[in-house]
Nanobody, 121 residues
Framework: QVQLVESGGGLVQPGGSLRLSCAASGSIFSINAMGWYRRAPGKQRELVARITSGSMTNYAGAVKGRFTISRGNAKNTVVLQMNSLKPEDTSVYYC???????????????WGQGTQVTVSS
């Protein structure tokens, strides 16, 4: 079984920074990409940032230049550095690992439990 554990959410003032981390654990042979999505109340879930196994990244337009996604020091970890946070960044952030191959059956996607990020003065 594959599990994703997120950490680092919280309350921050506008203009502040937060760092989200996600670690995937379990019987993992390979992961195609890891990323962060968010869902604000009343809105659809949207991609925030994603990084592939080849370290290619893509970002939502709303966060480009302010957020940076990178691989953590440990295997199968990803970090989202969020700077210049705005109230509209307030949301539940979910870590995702896609096309995870465990060596048993076809690859699957996995999600973390979500971590709340609130940007408010």
């Amino acid at each position: 079984q594959v599990q994703l554990v997120e950490s680092g959410g919280g309350l921050v003032q506008p203009g502040g920074s937060l760092r989200l981390s996600c670690a995937a654990s379990g019987s993992i042979f390979s992961i195609n990409a890891m990323g962060w999505y968010r869902r604000a109340p009343g809105k659809q879930r949207e991609l925030v940032a994603r990084i592939t196994s080849g370290s290619m990244t893509n970002y939502a337009g709303a966060v480009k230049g302010r957020f940076t996604i990178s691989r953590g020091n440990a295997k199968n970890t990803v970090v989202l550095q969020m700077n210049s946070l705005k109230p509209e960044d307030t949301s539940v952030y979910y870590c995702n690992a896609d096309n995870v191959f465990t060596g048993w059956g076809p690859p699957n996607d996995y999600w973390g439990q979500g971590t709340q990020v609130t940007v408010s003065s």
